[in-house]
């Protein structure tokens, strides 16, 4: 069960970044910005060649073979994810980071060299999509599942809670 979690979660989330990245791309990209919600959200079309906030906008070669990396270990390791807290998270993620290589391999300047299509501003703070977005989720989810001690796959044992300062009863 855990597993179906993980693929439809990750097939959900590449298959609407996909659909909102295309009609960016048409409805946004050359478009003054569009501003809804009494001004709160932009929609206004920035190719990223970098990272989230454009970091290292010259190594998009290097975020293609970490994207690549991220998918291969998720896949590697999704047989053995048994919660549906993991398979949520690492699904979020790899939808993201799917949606993400997608744009790097298709889109231009060419394969492995492709800029993301971010099109959503919230306040003043950076421009992003739907696929960051979702692997900022599966991130969260995550470090919830860490944080509570549960374990990625049934082989390991569960973790020992945390032992409070000073010898006192586990927290």
């Known amino acids: 069960m ?6 439809i ?4 989330g590449l298959a609407l970044d996909q659909v909102t990245k295309a009609v960016a791309a048409v409805a946004v990209e050359g478009h003054p910005p569009s501003h809804v919600l009494g ?6 079309a920035y190719r990223n060649s970098g990272a989230a906030g ?5 190594a998009t070669l290097v975020f293609t073979v970490l994207a690549i990396g991220v998918l291969a270990f998720i896949a590697r390791t999704s047989p053995t994810v048994r919660t549906k807290g993991w ?5 979020l993620i790899f939808g993201g980071a799917g949606g993400n290589l997608a744009d790097r391999i298709f889109r231009t300047p ?8 971010d099109f959503i501003q919230v306040g003043h703070g950076g ?3 739907l696929s960051d977005q979702c692997v900022m989720a599966g991130v969260v989810t995550v470090m919830i599942q860490l944080l509570r001690g549960v ?9 020992e809670p945390a032992a409070a300062p000073c010898g006192g009863p586990p927290l």
């Open 2 to 7: 855990s597993q179906r979690v993980l693929w």
């Open 9 to 12: 979660t990750a097939a959900a």
């Open 39 to 44: 001004g709160h959200v932009t929609f206004t």
């Open 54 to 58: 454009s970091f290292a906008p010259r």
């Open 87 to 91: 398979a949520l998270g690492l699904g």
């Open 110 to 117: 060419g394969f492995g060299r492709g800029a993301v299509l």
């Open 127 to 129: 421009i992003f999509n």
């Open 151 to 159: 374990p990625l796959s049934a082989a390991q044992p569960p973790a």
